[in-house]
């Protein structure tokens, strides 16, 4: 049966976003694929020698969830289809990028919700991780950010300046209400607010180290204040670490 995240049984390509150890050889993983939304099952075998390669976060399976009854924590069996998580180990950058999606993704997403959308943007920039310039890599993170929050309720207006209209020149992002502010808008308010990097304005721009940074302290605002927050989590260690490795690449 192919459906919905209340289906009794299913098979689809599906993301693994975290995988812990159950029992002496088992995983629960939480999977997340574009008709089901988040997933939760346990995988015989996910965490012994044979498996536990497939299992990894980032990487994109081919699973089949089934459950006897609604509510039940279901049993998956699955295939590695692309192993994201080992390309990703050439960069430590590429790496964090992964880690941090997986762990942004698993604690922001509601369970059995689909996000077809946001599924397939993120097995894009999964399967692009460590096999592309960092900074292109970054700014691919730090987009899907930015969809992750528009597709859970929570968009940026970056379109114009909230104060006065214009569409050019938007150098900050209003932190209470995640609107753009353009340079003469902001005045003697620019020290409040969040810069805003040029390349989120632009779909083909990359950036520098500094985009980078400032473009993680943005998403990271929205998403600690109004994704996390709201259910009493911080932002996930991954993320955390993440924004610690880019600010010391800055700092070189």
């Known amino acids: 049966m192919n459906g919905g995240g209340a289906s009794l049984e299913w098979e689809a390509p599906a993301l693994v976003l975290s995988a812990a150890p159950f029992g002496e050889a088992d995983a629960l993983v939480h999977l997340f694929s574009p008709a089901q939304g988040v997933t939760h099952g346990l995988v015989k075998g996910g965490s012994g020698r044979r498996g536990s390669a497939t299992w990894q976060p980032g990487n994109l399976v081919q699973a089949q969830w089934r459950a006897r009854i609604p509510g039940q924590l279901g049993t998956v069996t699955g295939e590695l289809a692309a192993p994201n998580a080992a390309r990703a180990l050439t960069s430590r950058l590429s790496l964090a990028c992964l880690s941090s999606l997986c762990a942004v993704a698993d ?65 900050y992002v209003s932190p209470r209400t995640g609107r753009a502010v353009s340079e003469e808008g902001a005045g003697t308010w620019a020290p409040r607010l969040l810069p805003l990097p040029a390349f989120l304005l632009t779909s083909d721009a990359i950036g520098n180290v500094e985009d980078w940074v400032n473009g993680l302290r ?16 911080s932002l996930p260690a991954a993320r955390i670490r993440l924004l610690d490795l880019v600010r010391a690449q800055q700092e070189v």
């Not at 943005?218 to 989590?233: E, S």
């Open 107 to 171: 604690g922001a997403l509601p369970e059995a919700e689909p996000y077809p959308g946001l599924c397939q943007d993120s097995a894009q920039v999964l399967a692009m991780l460590g096999t592309h310039d960092e900074g292109i890599e970054l700014s691919m993170l730090i987009r899907w950010e930015v969809i992750l929050l528009r597709d859970l309720g929570f968009a940026l207006d970056l379109s114009r300046c909230a104060v006065t209209g214009q569409t050019d020149r938007l150098c």
């Open 218 to 233: 943005l998403t990271a605002h929205f998403l600690g204040r109004d994704v996390f927050g709201p259910i009493h989590r």
